[in-house]
T-cell receptor, first 117, second 116 residues
Framework: AQSVTQLDSQVPVFEEAPVELRCNYS??????LFWYVQYPNQGLQLLLK??????LVESINGFEAEFNKSQTSFHLRKPSVHISDTAEYFC???????????????FGQGTILTVHP | EAGVAQSPRYKIIEKRQSVAFWCNPI?????LYWYQQILGQGPKLLIQ????????DSQLPKDRFSAERLKGVDSTLKIQPAKLEDSAVYLC??????????????FGPGTRLTVL
C-alpha cells in the first residue's frame, strides 16, 4: 500500500521569501510523483510531476521539486514566492505502469501556503 | 479544450436524503475518477472507470454510494441515504490513459456537499 505524508499542514511566509513544502512517501514499488495546487473554490491543477530522468523537475511558474529515492521524498521549493502563490498544495503518488495502482493517485493531507505582503 | 465539468457546484441536504452529482470529462478521455475530499484532508479515490467499466471501487461505500458511466462519457455519483460524515467536496477527474505523461489527471471544480 502507498502512503504520502506532508509534514506541514500550514506554512506562512512573507512575499519574496523562499519556501519549502515537504513531502515523504511510502511505497513498495517504483512510483510516479506529483504536486497539485488548489486555489480557493477551484479544482486541483497539476503543478509538476516526476516520471523519470532528471530528479529535479520544474514548473512554469518557478516552483521546483527534487525526487530523492533514498529519502523517499519529493519536496517542493520556490526561491521567491508571490501573493498569488497562496493556495493549498497536495503531494501525490501513483504506481508506474504495470503496478496494481497505476493511475490511482494517493494524496497527502495538503499544505496550506499563505503568502503575506 | 474544455475542462472537466461538474454540477451542481454546491448542494445542501438533510441527512437521510439522497443526492446526485454529475460529471462530464474532457472529450476523448477514457478514464474517469471520482474523489471525496473531506475538509482538511487530501482527496480519496472512490471509484475509477475505464470507458464504461469499473476498474477500482474498493473505497466506495457501496451500501450508500453508487456510480455509473453508462455510455463511457459522462458519469453520475449518487448517495442514498446521506449521512453527516458525507459532507465533503466531490471531485471528478479524467485522463487519457497515456503512459508517456504518467496518466495525468485533469480535475473539475468539484461539488461541495453539506449534510445537515
Amino acid at each position: 500500500a502507498q502512503s504520502v505524508t506532508q509534514l506541514d499542514s500550514q506554512v506562512p511566509v512573507f512575499e519574496e521569501a523562499p519556501v519549502e513544502l515537504r513531502c515523504n512517501y511510502s511505497s513498495s514499488v517504483s512510483v510516479y510523483l506529483f504536486w497539485y495546487v488548489q486555489y480557493p473554490n477551484q479544482g486541483l491543477q497539476l503543478l509538476l510531476k516526476y516520471l523519470s530522468g532528471s530528479t529535479l523537475v520544474e514548473s512554469i511558474n518557478g516552483f521546483e521539486a527534487e525526487f530523492n529515492k533514498s529519502q523517499t521524498s519529493f519536496h517542493l521549493r520556490k526561491p521567491s514566492v508571490h501573493i498569488s502563490d497562496t493556495a493549498e498544495y497536495f503531494c501525490a503518488v501513483s504506481d508506474r505502469p504495470g503496478g496494481t495502482s497505476y493511475g490511482k493517485l494517493t494524496f497527502g493531507q495538503g499544505t496550506i501556503l499563505t503568502v503575506h505582503p | 479544450e474544455a475542462g472537466v465539468a461538474q454540477s451542481p457546484r454546491y448542494k445542501i441536504i438533510e441527512k437521510r436524503q439522497s443526492v446526485a452529482f454529475w460529471c462530464n470529462p474532457i472529450s476523448g478521455h477514457a478514464t474517469l475518477y471520482w474523489y471525496q475530499q473531506i475538509l482538511g484532508q487530501g482527496p480519496k479515490l472512490l471509484i475509477q472507470f475505464q470507458n464504461n467499466g469499473v476498474v477500482d471501487d474498493s473505497q466506495l461505500p457501496k451500501d450508500r454510494f453508487s456510480a455509473e458511466r453508462l455510455k463511457g462519457v459522462d458519469s453520475t455519483l449518487k448517495i442514498q441515504p446521506a449521512k453527516l460524515e458525507d459532507s465533503a467536496v466531490y471531485l471528478c477527474a479524467s485522463s487519457f490513459r497515456r503512459r508517456a505523461d504518467g496518466d495525468e489527471q485533469f480535475f473539475g471544480p468539484g461539488t461541495r456537499l453539506t449534510v445537515l
